[in-house]
């Protein structure tokens, strides 16, 4: 799962627009929009090769850089009754992720992932809450421990460091865990990819935690074919733990998606990436719209 998966939830700013007569049930509603940035977690445990979330187990070598500049434009659009009647929710979620990454052995790299976050909900046209900050980061280590015949193994765990503020809805508040297993399977024009992450996440705010699992799990499975050596085109499906536990407008357990997009590079050193994510099921956020820059060195 994403240390680069892994993520979005925690109190949101407390700028509730209060209506008449549902005052109550307004700030319950600004507690529990935590799937917002929280819905980023197990995105954050678990950087992949943008636009994947299913991660490859290629490494840079010893002594390379990698920088890579992720963006990514999240929405939800539905509507549900919560207990006081039927409301049209938006939701709309900017997240820019630098991640850095060093080789310290052929095969054996260290990642630090940044997540800057801006988040926005409306009800029924009206701003109920509104977060713009920096959001918790990751730090990993991948190892690749097998390589033969095509087929390579490796483990991805990190740690989710709290740099975020819980209380505008943009962290958890305390340290959490992960570890993703990770196949890759190389065959001329084409490479299948697959992952088996999970996630430990611990919340400060009680409320937080009383609104959101604690233990997060992603299956996905991935490919990408070359139409030429500079460019490849990719896709994936995927299933993983909704983090929300009661959120009326993503109900259900796990959230199923399914992304297609392309890498372009110019250069071997340079990719280029866009793509497109759908989710298959109510358990996902809508939709999102992906782009990024890799650079090597």
Same mark, same amino acid.
């Given at each position: 799962?994403?240390?680069?998966?892994?993520?979005?939830?925690?109190?949101?700013?407390?700028?509730?627009?209060?209506?008449?007569?549902?005052?109550?049930?307004?700030?319950?509603?600004?507690?529990?929009?935590?799937?917002?940035?929280?819905?980023?977690?197990?995105?954050?445990?678990?950087?992949?090769?943008?636009?994947?979330?299913?991660?490859?187990?290629?490494?840079?070598?010893?002594?390379?850089?990698? *920088?890579? @500049?992720?963006?990514?434009?999240?929405? #939800?659009?539905? /509507?549900? =009754?919560?207990?006081? %009647?039927?409301?049209?929710?938006?939701?709309?979620?900017?997240?820019?992720?630098?991640?850095?990454?060093?080789?310290?052995?052929?095969?054996?790299?260290?990642?630090?992932?940044?997540?800057?976050?801006?988040?926005?909900?409306?009800?029924?046209?009206?701003?109920?809450?509104?977060?713009?900050?920096?959001?918790?980061?990751?730090?990993?280590?991948?190892?690749?421990?097998?390589?033969?015949?095509? *087929?390579? @193994?490796?483990?991805?765990?990190?740690? #989710?460091?709290? /740099?975020? =503020?819980?209380?505008? %809805?943009?962290?958890?508040?305390?340290?959490?865990?992960?570890?993703?297993?990770?196949?890759?399977?190389?065959?001329?024009?084409?490479?299948?990819?697959?992952?088996?992450?999970?996630?430990?996440?611990?919340?400060?705010?009680?409320?937080?935690?009383?609104?959101?699992?604690?233990?997060?799990?992603?299956?996905?499975?991935?490919?990408?074919?070359?139409?030429?050596?500079?460019?490849?085109?990719?896709?994936?499906?995927?299933?993983?733990?909704?983090?929300?536990?009661?959120?009326?407008?993503?109900?259900? %357990?796990?959230?199923?998606?399914?992304?297609?997009?392309?890498?372009?590079?110019?250069?071997?050193?340079?990719?280029?990436?866009?793509?497109?994510?759908?989710?298959?099921?109510?358990?996902?956020?809508?939709?999102?719209?992906?782009?990024?820059?890799?650079?090597?060195?």
């Amino acid at each position: 799962m994403q240390v680069s998966e892994a993520g979005e939830r925690n109190m949101l700013e407390r700028n509730v627009h209060h209506r008449s007569g549902i005052l109550r049930h307004c700030f319950k509603l600004s507690l529990t929009l935590a799937p917002c940035a929280l819905y980023l977690v197990p995105c954050a445990l678990g950087w992949a090769a943008h636009p994947f979330i299913t991660d490859d187990t290629g490494t840079q070598g010893t002594g390379n850089w990698q *920088l890579e @500049l992720q963006a990514e434009r999240t929405q #939800l659009d539905r /509507t549900a =009754d919560a207990g006081a %009647g039927p409301v049209e929710q938006r939701r709309k979620i900017t997240v820019f992720t630098p991640v850095l990454t060093y080789g310290l052995l052929e095969n054996l790299d260290v990642a630090l992932g940044l997540n800057h976050v801006r988040q926005r909900v409306t009800e029924n046209g009206m701003v109920i809450a509104d977060a713009d900050g920096m959001a918790d980061s990751a730090l990993e280590l991948k190892w690749r421990f097998h390589e033969a015949d095509g *087929l390579s @193994l490796a483990l991805k765990p990190g740690l #989710l460091l709290p /740099t975020g =503020d819980e209380n505008r %809805g943009l962290g958890t508040g305390k340290p959490s865990w992960g570890v993703n297993f990770i196949a890759t399977y190389d065959a001329k024009s084409w490479t299948f990819l697959g992952n088996v992450a999970y996630s430990r996440v611990r919340y400060k705010l009680q409320q937080d935690a009383d609104d959101n699992r604690v233990d997060l799990w992603r299956v996905s499975g991935g490919l990408a074919y070359s139409v030429r050596d500079d460019l490849r085109l990719v896709g994936e499906v995927g299933v993983r733990t909704n983090v929300a536990r009661h959120d009326p407008y993503l109900p259900g %357990g796990n959230g199923q998606f399914a992304m297609l997009g392309a890498i372009y590079s110019p250069t071997g050193k340079i990719d280029l990436d866009v793509g497109f994510r759908k989710s298959l099921n109510h358990a996902e956020l809508d939709w999102a719209v992906l782009a990024g820059a890799t650079f090597r060195w």
